[in-house]
């Protein structure tokens, strides 16, 4: 017998890989689930299809289904393109076709990161800790502080941690010395936005951005030491019984206007002010333009003249 020809049967199902069902499936929401498998469904298949198709066919809102593309890319799986092209992104391919950059250090340095978050990475998150060394040029030592130091925060989410890096970026971060330094700076000035936020008796997680902004004029810009800025704040609560922040900021500008830079400065400014305000005294402002005792004779002799 000759050789054995096979006629490939058409498939009547979906494959779906092990790996989306064990990892992603528990913890994905059923609409976004549905969208990935219809995606894949019409992938296999060579159909075109739409946004508006898909949201007619599932019943999903068509911001539902854009959602859904949102969620997927961010968990590495699907990447839509802005020319419509939809593209499966398997994660074992992901990480073979970076193996240029994964020398030994950045594996270590990937192992480490998954136990500082508790979890395994995803193929977004290996590309974009893989870019930081790249774009930053940060050294694998770098990136485990910055991802240690957002864990103890407790923000292991990839966009925070990327806009710390970001941060680190711009502020010329290259050695681990820098990032140390860094790290402190932040700290110390975070150290004293809460005790402002302690003082005027809410939690720095309660700090907005607006009031952030304040405290970094005040500290920073203005130059003020911290307890100037506290009894800034204690004179705003005493007049007006409450924490607010323009009139603790027009305090704060009248001080600076007037070269106060420490506390004796203040207390001088104090002195001054007093002595401005005190009351004009109208007698002895009297007394001093004119002699009394001529006054009182000139009063008596034009009582004498009207009697007369």
């Not at 020809?5 to 058409?10: E, S, T, W």
């Not at 005027?200 to 004029?217: R, V």
């Not at 007006?240 to 600076?256: C, K, P, T, V």
Request: include cysteine; proline fraction near 3%; charge should be neutral.
């Amino acid at each position: 017998m000759g050789n054995i020809k096979f006629n490939i049967p058409k498939l009547e199902f979906t494959p779906v890989d092990n790996k989306f069902i064990d990892k992603y499936l528990p913890e994905a929401k059923g609409e976004f689930v549905k969208v990935y498998l219809i995606c894949l469904r019409y992938a296999l298949s060579n159909m075109d299809t739409s946004i508006e198709d898909i949201s007619q066919t599932l019943g999903l809102l068509q911001t539902d289904v854009i959602k859904a593309f949102e969620y997927w890319e961010e968990k590495g799986l699907l990447h839509l393109s802005n020319d419509g092209t939809l593209e499966f992104l398997d994660e074992s391919m992901q990480i073979k076709n970076n193996n240029l950059y994964l020398n030994d250090f950045s594996k270590d340095m990937l192992e480490h990161i998954e136990k500082l978050i508790g979890r395994p990475l995803y193929s977004k998150e290996i590309l974009t800790y893989m870019n930081f060394l790249d774009d930053f040029n940060f050294t694998p030592e770098v990136i485990l502080l910055l991802v240690e130091y957002c864990a103890a925060k407790k923000k292991t989410d990839i966009r925070y941690i990327e806009k710390v890096a970001i941060a680190w970026h711009d502020s010329g971060v290259k050695s681990i010395e820098d990032a140390q330094k860094q790290i402190k700076m932040r700290e110390d000035k975070w150290n004293k936005y809460r005790a402002i936020a302690s003082y005027l008796g809410f939690k720095d997680s309660e700090i907005s951005k607006p009031q952030e902004e304040f405290m970094e004029k005040w500290l920073f810009k203005m130059g003020f030491p911290l307890e100037i800025v506290l009894e800034a704040c204690r004179i705003c609560i005493m007049r007006i019984n409450e924490g607010n922040f323009n009139y603790i900021d027009a305090i704060l500008s009248d001080w600076y206007k007037n070269g106060v830079k420490k506390v004796e400065d203040l207390n001088k400014l104090s002195k001054k002010s007093r002595k401005k305000s005190q009351p004009f005294n109208k007698i002895q402002n009297f007394e001093s333009q004119y002699d009394m005792a001529e006054l009182k004779r000139q009063l008596l002799g034009r009582g004498d003249s009207n009697e007369k």
